[in-house]
């Protein structure tokens, strides 16, 4: 077996890939790889034994890293050139990212194990140092296109050449190998990990399992022609995206099957991802993950007061909407006690004058009780007039002159762990967005960049840890409490700073622009009321914005635009 190493210096990454010199034995959807695949599965099943009820442990990869992980899977597919008459379309395999996770955590620097890989593809990169999705390593393997010429039929007399004018090719072969339709990948941080000979610390490992097996010697890795034009039977004539498609819920007919099986796609073994999750009566309990069991972590109210703590301004019954409501701050306030009896006046129903208390029209509204508390403000466009209604022991009065207007809603408690994310639980939406109240547990300052990532200072990217972002903002302690969030709307850049003992991240520009175009880059803030500055426009910004559409709307065969701090930077070979 010989294997290939390229080092891309500027990012510490390593990018490795082997190929058997013989035949396998298996075919790639064989009875043999399913049983493999289940001795891995059975073992994973036994770990995951004795979670807590409630607890929510990660998986092998986030699902933001997962849906970006297979969208460029696709993307890259259907893009290739010359373009693809049999390219099928890629899904999620539970069973090859389990398979992937069991090697993953042995931290070894070399495919694996040994009796799988006669039947699956795999690809491998690792890195160490800034936070790099694990998108960046499979753009990575892609970009060896620029080193690969496409044998076309009449070169194949039977066999085709290889023709890889690079260090190795074989990654971009395995990812748009037609007949592959499977992927499943895992990601590791090791504490420590053997690099050719160099202990690299707090490595974080990427593998990406591949089914069926791709990279046969002397075989083209697509057929050449228009799209969808040479798909299998069993596709039914289905196309997406330039790729054989089938709905994984559409029933299977007899004349849709054929011989040559390793064409015949099976269900995906795919896990969904969960449902946006619904604004609860309750504090919220964390969605389960399968993997490693936490500790459930107890209550324990922050040391800090609510005036420093919360996003939330403290106001009085008598206060009204336009006495406060000044941009951002126009979000959260929190209400005394005993406002019912009060003097301030409330103008409508359901929509209120902004000359109205903002506490009794919470009151009024349903939000709150007389006993005061928390209560989320949205303000709206200019209405003809409001009406008058006598709820929850208040009477609102009527007004017939066109005003602003404005909403109340109530604020909802959720249960974070150290892996909840604003860009999971309330993505920033225009003109705002309200997020419930989180409760971060303990213990979150310890965790791995990877699983919970820091990016920003102040303000954050909303991919970043919330918890550990508000420990390295110094809202809440390592012992976890409440905090307040505010999505914002995405910025140009975002500053690296060591604060309370957490390093937060300032992507570079290749990460930056990626990780940003393919997850929208909006930011929350951690902090009691922060004037917004406007970030300026630099020379960075705009090779930021240069690059990021480069990597968007590149096509085979334009390689020669890609940014230099892309290109290979130097190579080395390894031979067993």
């Not at 194949?156 to 004018?165: A, D, F, G, L, Q």
Request: with cysteine; charged share 20%; glycine share 6%.
């Amino acid at each position: 077996m010989t294997c290939t190493a390229v080092a891309w210096l500027p990012v510490l990454s390593l990018l490795l890939f082997c190929i058997g010199d013989s035949a396998s034995l298996f075919l790639p959807d064989s009875k043999e790889l399913r049983q493999l695949l289940s001795r891995y599965e059975e073992e994973a099943d036994r770990n995951s034994i004795g979670n807590a009820a409630g607890n929510r442990s990660r998986r092998a990869v986030r699902w933001s890293d997962r849906e970006e992980i297979i969208q460029l899977h696709n993307n890259l597919r259907a893009g290739v050139y010359p373009t693809a008459s049999n390219m099928e379309y890629m899904v999620w395999d539970d069973e090859l990212e389990r398979s992937a996770t069991h090697w993953a955590e042995e931290c070894q620097w070399d495919h694996g194990p040994h009796d799988l890989l006669m039947s699956i593809g795999q690809n491998l990169g690792v890195h160490m140092g800034r936070y790099r999705p694990p998108a960046f390593h499979v753009q990575a393997w892609y970009d060896e296109v620029k080193d690969y010429t496409y044998p076309y039929p009449h070169e194949c007399n039977p066999w085709c050449p290889e023709r890889c004018s690079g260090p190795m090719c074989t990654h971009y072969t395995q990812l748009v190998w037609a007949t592959t339709s499977r992927v499943g990948c895992a990601v590791h941080t090791c504490p420590r990990m053997n690099v050719w000979g160099q202990t690299w610390e707090n490595a974080v490992y990427l593998v990406c399992n591949y089914s069926p097996k791709g990279n046969w010697i002397g075989e083209a890795p697509y057929q050449h022609g228009r799209p969808c034009s040479q798909c299998p039977p069993s596709y039914g004539g289905g196309c997406r995206n330039n790729q054989c498609y089938k709905d994984s819920q559409r029933s299977e007919t007899e004349d849709m099957n054929e011989v040559e099986k390793p064409q015949v796609p099976l269900p995906p073994r795919t896990t969904t991802k969960p449902a946006p999750k619904p604004k609860p009566s309750a504090p919220r309990k964390p969605v389960s993950k399968p993997s490693t069991p936490k500790p459930t972590t107890p209550r324990t109210p922050s040391s800090k007061t609510p005036s420093s703590t919360y996003l939330a301004q403290s106001i009085k019954c008598e206060t009204r909407l336009r006495d406060k409501c000044r941009g951002a701050t126009c979000n959260r306030y929190h209400c005394p006690a005993n406002c019912m009896n009060k003097k301030g006046k409330v103008w409508g129903t359901l929509f209120y004058d902004v000359k109205s208390s903002i506490c009794r029209a919470a009151i009024h509204f349903g939000a709150i009780d007389n006993s005061g508390g928390l209560v989320d403000v949205t303000r709206k466009d200019k209405l003809p007039f409001f009406v008058r209604a006598t709820k929850n022991g208040i009477e609102s009065l009527s007004k017939y002159n066109p005003g602003i207007a404005f909403v109340m809603t109530k604020v909802e408690e959720m249960n974070a762990d150290c892996y909840t994310t604003v860009a999971e639980i309330c993505p920033f939406k225009n003109p705002d967005s309200h997020c419930p109240r989180i409760f971060c547990p303990t213990d979150c300052k310890t965790q791995p960049s990877y699983w919970s990532p820091v990016i920003g200072n102040n303000i954050y990217t909303d991919s970043s840890s919330i918890c550990k972002a508000a420990i390295h903002a110094g809202v809440i302690s390592a012992d976890g409490g409440f905090v307040d969030v505010l999505p914002l709307d995405k910025r140009k850049s975002y500053v690296g700073v060591l604060k309370n003992g957490i390093q937060s991240e300032r992507p570079d520009l290749s990460l930056n622009c990626m990780y940003i175009s393919q997850a929208a880059g909006f930011e929350l803030a951690i902090i009691p009321t922060l004037p917004l500055a406007k970030s300026q426009k630099t020379k960075e910004d705009l090779q930021c914005t240069y690059f990021s559409l480069l990597l968007r709307y590149r096509q085979s065969g334009v390689d020669k635009y890609l940014h230099p701090y892309r290109r290979l930077a130097s190579a080395a070979s390894l031979r067993q």
